[in-house]
C-alpha cells in the first residue's frame, strides 16, 4: 500500500487523537485475568490492537467491537501458548506473558516481532520474572516460561522497561503476596493499566516515581475503563501543524503527557498554546535544538523521528541522540533523497543541519513511526511524494489519511 501525497497544503481545523496504541494493548493482556467483561472505550481502531485482540481470541477470549468500544468476555481455556504467526506480528503479544503467568503458572512465547528498530532483547523481562519466582528456558525459538515459587519482598528492575513493567505489574495483581517493584518504567500508558486493573479490583500503588506496591487480591472484577489519548499520535499531529498549520488544533489528550516535547518546542520559538485536553500549533519559523531521547517523562524515542524531521526545517545545527534503540535514525536517509542536511554519526547519533527544502520524491517507511514522519515529510515538499510501505502506518495510527484531507492535505491510499 502506499499514500500519494501533493505537498505544501496548509492544514486548518482540529485532529482528535484515538486512545493510547501502547495502553490499548496492555489492557486487551491483562483482561484475560478478569472474570467476566472487560469493557474498552476509546479503543484505536488500528492493525497491532486488532492482532492483539485477535491473539487474545485465540487463547480463550471473546471479543465484539463496537466503533472505539471493546467488549472482551472470557471462556473456560487452559491454552497457555501463544499463537506463532500473531506474535510474530507485534512484539506487544510479549505482555501477554505475566497474565498467562498468573493465571495458567506457565507459558509459552514465541519470539515475537515488531518494528524494524534494532535489537529488541527479553532479557530484562527475563531477568524481573525470574526475581519473582519464574524459571524461563529458550529452546528453539519458544521462551518457556514456569511459576517455580510465590513472588514476595522487593524487587528491582535491571532497567525501567515499559513492558517489562508491565509485565510484572500484570503478573502480581492476583493472589496472597504484596510486592515492591523497584526501577518500574513511568510512561503514562503504565498508569492508565494500572487504573484499568484498579477499577477492577487490584491493589497497585505508584510509591514515588519509580517504585509500584502490589498486593495480590483473590480475582479481578468486570470492568469498564476509557483509554487515555495517544500522546505519540498528538505528537506526530503538533509537529504537522508546526510545518504548516494555519492553525491546527489536536485534542483528545493530555498535553501534560508531552511536557517534555512541548517545553523543548516552545524553547525553539514553536507556537503552542494549551488548552483543556488539547493544543493548538501553528507554523512557526524555529530554531535548532539538541535532542536526546529518554525513558519518560524524558523524550520521547517515539517522537524522535518526526522531531528530526521538523529539525530539517529549524534554523541552525541539531545533534541528536537516540539513546533507548539502536536502529531508529534510518528515515534520515529518506529524508535526504528529498534534500535534507543530516549526518548519521552511528547508530545512536546524528546530525541535522537546516532549514532545508523538501522536494517530494518516491520514499519508504522504514518502522512506524518514519512511516508517520515520511508522511508529515511529504506535507511540507514541494511536488508529489510516494510513501511506500505504507501498511506499516496502519500499526498505530487510525486513518492518518482520512485524518490528514479532513484538515486540508492532500493524500490518497493506493
Ligand atoms: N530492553 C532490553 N531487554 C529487555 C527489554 C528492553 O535490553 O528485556 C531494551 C530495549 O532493547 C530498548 C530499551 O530497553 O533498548 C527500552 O525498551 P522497553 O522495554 O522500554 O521498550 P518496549 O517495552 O519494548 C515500549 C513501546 C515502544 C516504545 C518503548 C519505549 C509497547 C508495545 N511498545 O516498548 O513503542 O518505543 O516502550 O517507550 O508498549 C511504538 O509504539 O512505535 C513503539 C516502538
Not at 472470557?74 to 505482555?95: C, H, M, W, Y
Not at 525501567?160 to 496472597?176: H, K
Request: hydrophobic content about 40%.
Amino acid at each position: 500500500m502506499k499514500f500519494i501525497i501533493e505537498g505544501q497544503k496548509p492544514l486548518r481545523g482540529e485532529i482528535k487523537v484515538n486512545g493510547a496504541k501502547n495502553a490499548a494493548l496492555k489492557m486487551i493482556a491483562a483482561s484475560i485475568l478478569i472474570e467476566g467483561k472487560t469493557i474498552l472505550h476509546n479503543t484505536p481502531q488500528i492493525v497491532d490492537v486488532e492482532n492483539m485482540l485477535k491473539i487474545a481470541d485465540k487463547i480463550g477470549s471473546e471479543s465484539v467491537r463496537r466503533g472505539d468500544v471493546v467488549e472482551i468476555s472470557q471462556n473456560k481455556s487452559d491454552i497457555f501458548k501463544l499463537p506463532e504467526a500473531l506474535t510474530g506480528a507485534l512484539r506487544g503479544a510479549i505482555v501477554f506473558i505475566g497474565p498467562l503467568l498468573s493465571k495458567h503458572g506457565k507459558a509459552v512465547l514465541p519470539v515475537p516481532g515488531g518494528c524494524a528498530i534494532g535489537r529488541r532483547p527479553i532479557t530484562d523481562h527475563i531477568d524481573i520474572l525470574g526475581k519473582l519466582g519464574v524459571r524461563a528456558t529458550k529452546e528453539g525459538d519458544k521462551y518457556y516460561f514456569e511459576k517455580i515459587r510465590e513472588p514476595h519482598g522487593t524487587v528491582q528492575l535491571l532497567a525501567p522497561s515499559v513492558t517489562a513493567t508491565e509485565n510484572a505489574i500484570m503478573y502480581l495483581c492476583v493472589g496472597q503476596h504484596e510486592v515492591l517493584l523497584r526501577n518500574c518504567a513511568q510512561e503514562p500508558e503504565i498508569d492508565d493499566l494500572i487504573a484499568m486493573l484498579n477499577d477492577a479490583g487490584a491493589k497497585i500503588r505508584r510509591v514515588g516515581g519509580k517504585n509500584i506496591n502490589i498486593i495480590g487480591v483473590p480475582k479481578l472484577n468486570p470492568v469498564d475503563h476509557t483509554i487515555i489519548g495517544d500522546r505519540v499520535e498528538a505528537g506526530t499531529w503538533i509537529v504537522a501543524g508546526l510545518l504548516l498549520g494555519n492553525p491546527l488544533k489536536i485534542s483528545g489528550f493530555n498535553p501534560e503527557h508531552l511536557a517534555e516535547p512541548i517545553r523543548l518546542i516552545r524553547k525553539m520559538g514553536g507556537i503552542i498554546d494549551l488548552e483543556q485536553n488539547a493544543v493548538r500549533v501553528k507554523k512557526s519559523t524555529m530554531r535548532s535544538t539538541q535532542i536526546t531521547t529518554q525513558a519518560y517523562p524524558g523524550f520521547p524515542t517515539d517522537l524522535q523521528s518526526p522531531f528530526g524531521l521538523l529539525l530539517t526545517q529549524c534554523n541552525g545545527r541539531s545533534p541528536i541522540n537516540e539513546t533507548i534503540f539502536n536502529d531508529r535514525l534510518k528515515y534520515l536517509d529518506e529524508l535526504k533523497l528529498m534534500g535534507a542536511r543530516t549526518k548519521n554519526i552511528s547508530v545512536h547519533k546524528a546530525e541535522i543541519t537546516g532549514p532545508t527544502p523538501l522536494v517530494g520524491k518516491h520514499i519508504h517507511s522504514t518502522d512506524l513511526r518514519a512511516g508517520a514522519t515520511m508522511v508529515l515529510a511529504g506535507l511540507i515538499a514541494e511536488g508529489k511524494t510516494i510513501v511506500d510501505n505504507a501498511q506499516i502506518i496502519d500499526r498505530g495510527y487510525q486513518e492518518m489519511d482520512n485524518k490528514l484531507s479532513a484538515v486540508g492535505a492532500s493524500i490518497v491510499r493506493k
